[in-house]
């Protein structure tokens, strides 16, 4: 058997290889959502560009790559004051779910509430 050791491997440009056929996630995003500092901000991410804070509990974020069809899969959670989950504010299948914009709201004790921190990641085949 042989072994592969590398540090970096790009494509024939010189930039980064895409990944096709692989189960890794294609973007993830891991922001503040606003009750920590008053404002929104990514702490990490990959394949997102930036977040808009559409208002309480309201969060739009920008990906850098649209997703090929409608049927991929957005795993997304939060950690807020009370109980608090999120997930995309429009959850039907439509043709603006392959656009760059996802919309994210986090919900704690059956009423909509800042988060203090909210995780997403997409898995499925870029556009």
């Known amino acids: 058997m042989s072994t592969l050791k590398a540090d970096t491997i790009q494509n024939t440009s010189g930039g980064a290889v ?7 996630a294609k973007s993830y995003v891991h922001f503040n959502g606003g009750s920590v500092s008053g404002s929104v901000s990514i702490y990490e991410s990959f394949g997102k560009s930036s977040i ?3 208002g309480i509990a309201d969060y739009t974020v920008t990906a850098t790559n649209a997703m090929n ?3 991929y899969i957005v795993t997304t959670s939060a950690n807020g ?3 608090c989950y999120a997930g995309l504010r429009n959850s039907s299948a439509t043709a603006s779910l392959t656009s760059t914009t996802e919309s ?5 004790g059956g009423s909509f509430d800042e988060a203090n921190f909210v ?7 870029l556009a």
């Open 119 to 125: 995780m997403s990641a997409t898995h499925g085949d």
């Open 104 to 108: 994210y709201f986090s919900s704690g």
């Open 18 to 24: 895409t990944l096709t056929k692989q189960s890794a």
């Open 69 to 71: 069809t409608t049927q």
């Open 52 to 54: 808009t804070d559409n």
């Open 81 to 83: 004051n009370t109980a």
